[in-house]
């Protein structure tokens, strides 16, 4: 269910938090947590954990969030990564205050945790090789077999840790696993990895360590250090949650954090996956992790999204234990309500067509006057210039116009916003390519300010700029990256990739602008009228020469889906 977007965050998990402070469960504390691995670029799925979490911290006194790196594996992670996930934190609005921590500080506590285990015969060291260990494990239906090192004694395993911990073995020949049950139905429970040898360099903790532990011991002995109260975490953790508890329960932590599971974010149109878009990054089909087709924080930012638009969507989505899909159309809707309210209307013609007023003075100029935003007059008012030479949109124009087609056709008149009527005479074309170069029109000087005073009314009004006072400048639109709504669907055996949109950024080099865009600042958005929203790019444009990108068009899909839902 889409819920309204001015009531407050309300959902399960809430709930579970309020009723536990009211209750003083936790000595009337709430600790959550956010937990990224720093090997990728943060998405949109990870701001709906961040609004939770951090969400939960900020709503509740007594509550706070932790940001916590989980660097485990050092082959994959960089801290280009850590710097981009807490730009992209901030960016949304939250503050993790003091309680910044990483995995990796941890590492001699884990370390000393799994000694623990050892020691209480609940963990040894395996020389299984990797297809072995597979094929012990077993399936769904057939329980797996016990490894034969495991019956191995306590001192030999805590000999060979050591030895595994002091880099006397190579990767892959040994791990140490938990002692739990190789016939659970649950195969997480079936003797899971703990520690692996890896031997990388960490971007933290250098060549100290050449074992890490896996994600589901360090996690919840993390949580527990840490004293988290609610762990919550995405609906694939579900089946590793009796692993969750079964670590704290034979370590016998003083402070053992409660799971909570949600359904995870699935957005049409785009894919969701650190590793997918990594592929797509590292393959050249994107300009980078910020590129503005991209589900990530950071290009969702430069393509013009704003927080409270996100924030906004998340909300209305809301929190639950069911898995589904939200159609692109939502969160692109949640962008427009917000845009519309905040950003400037101005004028600005991306593919140009030249307009010559006949009998509009050669020298003559004109500053008329034009609304900053309809939706807010504290916004205020303008002045646009006009003069004899315009430019209006080539689609504005049809030759030879259809039926339902209002705007500029030859003998037709129609308004120009802000501005005059006009009328198009003559259609100018080029003598060897028979393309439309120019429109000669005539303007009835009495309308000005866009009403004719014998009352005639015009079918059409449309935008424009005046030749001589635009900014020139490229303009990039965007529709999305990929060309099905699912494109991780394996039902036509094809790659994700195979789905990517050919046209999913089209670069207009020679678009006009009115010229107070000139001052335009990185990261500033505007309504282009008719058009659609658009800011100015953060990374391409120069002091004075502003390049823009289009954050979405004005058509609202979203309303049109609700109103055919309705209907039916
Ligand atoms: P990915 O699958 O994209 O690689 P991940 O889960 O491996 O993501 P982490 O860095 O481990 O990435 O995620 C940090 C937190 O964000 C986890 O608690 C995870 O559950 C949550 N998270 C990741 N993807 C989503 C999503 N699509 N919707 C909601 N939460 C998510
Ligand atoms: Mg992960």
């Given at each position: 269910m889409i819920r309204s977007d001015s009531a407050p965050a309300s959902d399960f998990i809430r709930s579970i938090v309020i009723q536990d402070l009211k209750t003083n469960k936790h000595g009337g504390r709430v600790v959550t947590r956010f937990p990224p691995e720093p090997n990728g670029y943060l998405h949109i799925g990870h701001a709906k954990s961040i609004c939770l979490n951090f969400g939960i911290a900020t709503e509740n006194k007594s509550a706070v969030c932790h940001l916590r790196f989980d660097d485990t594996n050092p082959s994959k992670e960089d801290v280009e990564y850590v710097e981009s996930i807490k730009e992209d934190i901030k960016w949304l609005g939250f503050d993790w205050g003091e309680h910044l921590y990483y995995t990796s500080d941890y590492f001699d506590k884990l370390y000393e945790y799994a000694v623990q285990l050892i020691k209480n015969s609940k963990a040894y060291v395996c020389d299984l090789i990797p297809d072995e260990m597979r094929e012990y494990r077993g399936t769904l239906t057939e329980p797996g077999k016990e490894s034969?090192?495991?019956?191995?004694s306590v001192e030999e395993n805590l000999d060979l840790f050591k030895r595994m911990k002091a880099g006397e073995i190579e990767n892959g020949l040994r791990v140490l696993r938990a002692k739990i049950d190789m016939a659970s139905p649950n195969l997480n429970m079936r003797d899971p990895v703990i520690y692996r040898i890896v031997k990388t360099a960490h971007h933290r903790t250098e060549n100290k360590w050449c074992i890490y532990p896996m994600y589901d011991f360090s996690h919840c002995v993390s949580d527990s250090i840490e004293g988290i109260t609610h762990s919550n975490c995405t609906l694939e953790f579900e089946d590793h949650r009796p692993l969750y508890d079964w670590f704290l329960d034979e370590l016998n932590t003083e402070c053992h954090p409660q799971q909570i599971e949600f359904a995870r974010l699935n957005l049409t149109y785009t894919v969701m996956s650190k590793r997918k878009l990594l592929e797509l990054v590292e393959g050249g089909h994107v300009n980078g992790w910020d590129d503005p087709r991209m589900p990530t924080i950071s290009g969702l930012r430069r393509r013009g999204y704003t927080p409270e638009s996100i924030h906004n969507f998340l909300k209305r989505i809301g929190i639950s234990k069911k898995e589904s899909t939200v159609d692109i159309a939502l969160l692109e809707h949640c962008l427009r309500e917000d845009l519309n309210k905040r950003a400037p209307r101005v004028m600005g013609v991306l593919k140009p067509l030249k307009v010559v007023i006949t009998n509009y003075p050669d020298d003559k100029e004109e500053e008329l006057d034009a609304i900053n935003n309809p939706e807010d007059p504290n916004m205020g008012t303008r002045k646009i210039p006009f003069s004899k030479v315009l430019y209006i949109e080539q689609d504005d124009f049809m030759e030879d116009p259809p039926k339902k087609f209002y705007r500029l056709g030859p003998g037709r008149e129609i308004r120009l916003r802000y501005a005059y009527f006009i009328k198009c005479e003559e259609v100018i074309k080029d003598k060897h390519t028979g393309e439309i170069i120019e429109l000669r029109c005539t303007y009835d000087p009495e309308t000005k300010g866009g009403s004719a005073p014998d009352g005639r009314k015009v079918k059409a009004t449309i935008h424009w700029v005046s030749a001589k006072h635009t900014l020139e400048t490229e303009v990039r639109l965007y529709d999305h990256l990929f060309d099905t709504p699912n494109p991780t669907s394996t039902d036509d055996n094809k790659n994700f990739k195979d789905h990517l949109n050919p046209g999913s950024l089209e670069i207009l080099r020679s678009c006009r602008l009115e010229p107070s865009l000139k001052e335009a600042k990185p990261g500033e958005k505007y309504q282009f009228e008719r058009l659609g929203y658009f800011c100015v790019d953060t990374i391409d444009s120069a002091h004075g020469h502003p390049v823009f990108n289009r954050t979405v068009s004005l058509r609202d899909t979203w309303a049109k889906i609700q109103k055919a839902q309705k209907k039916g």
């Open positions: 034969p090192y495991r019956k191995r």
